[in-house]
T-cell receptor
Framework: GAVVSQHPSRVICKSGTSVKIECRSL??????MFWYRQFPKQSLMLMAT?????????EQGVEKDKFLINHASLTLSTLTVTSAHPEDSSFYIC?????????????FGSGTQLSVL | KQEVTQIPAALSVPEGENLVLNCSFT??????LQWFRQDPGKGLTSLLL?????REQTSGRLNASLDKSSGRSTLYIAASQPGDSATYLC?????????????FGQGTILTVHP
């Protein structure tokens, strides 16, 4: 079964509203989670690294005030797209790392398709 | 800056064919390279992970090779099936980055028709 749960899987919203996406690790504790964005027929681009109990680290060019990330517990990270606009329409995917050393693995959520009207 | 390129962008083959997907990366300073499968509108499933010290990995009908010095990897799929139809992504973890910070290629869309 899935070890990283992401929801909603699809959301349609009006321009100017905010949308929250949740990413949960189901059977392991994830001190670090990652948020990616994927435009149609393009590659996944890392947006930010989410660290439990501290501020997220954003990649160059990603607006931290627009994409709010909260990693309040070892099993939950949320991405909030604030004041969404049509250009924010994209596929957002989270991932979480579990295990240590050679047993460390990376698990991906099933993604969220955001459509801003 | 690390760049990952996948060729071809799309591939359509009849069932039963063996096929090769290509991935190249510009900076050989990597920890590892992974191949993923992505179904439409879905997340990613890890297929194979090759550490930088390894040359290849195999899982069932899949074989991935890595030539770090030349910045190339191939994914070989034997006896392709319609169920193999998906987008295949390769990704590298650059040296000096934390686990999970991957640089992805743009993917190869594979269609296997009966």
């Amino acid at each position: 079964g899935a070890v990283v749960s992401q929801h909603p899987s699809r959301v349609i919203c009006k321009s100017g509203t905010s949308v929250k996406i949740e990413c949960r690790s189901l059977d392991f504790q994830a001190t670090t989670m990652f948020w990616y964005r994927q435009f149609p027929k393009q590659s996944l681009m890392l947006m930010a690294t989410s660290n439990e109990g501290s501020k997220a680290t954003y990649e160059q060019g990603v607006e931290k005030d627009k994409f709010l990330i909260n990693h309040a517990s070892l099993t939950l990270s949320t991405l909030t797209v604030t004041s969404a606009h049509p250009e924010d329409s994209s596929f957002y995917i989270c991932s979480a790392s579990g295990g240590t050393g050679n047993n460390e693995k990376l698990f991906f959520g099933s993604g969220t398709q955001l459509s801003v009207l | 800056k690390q760049e990952v390129t996948q060729i071809p962008a799309a591939l359509s083959v009849p069932e039963g064919e063996n096929l090769v997907l290509n991935c190249s990366f510009t900076d050989s300073a990597i920890y590892n390279l992974q191949w993923f499968r992505q179904d439409p509108g879905k997340g990613l499933t890890s297929l194979l992970l090759i550490q930088s010290s390894q040359r290849e990995q195999t899982s069932g009908r899949l074989n991935a090779s890595l030539d770090k010095s030349s910045g190339r990897s191939t994914l070989y799929i034997a006896a392709s099936q319609p169920g193999d139809s998906a987008t295949y992504l390769c990704a590298v973890r650059p040296i000096g980055t934390s686990y999970g910070k991957l640089t992805f290629g743009q993917g190869t869309i594979l269609t296997v028709h009966p």
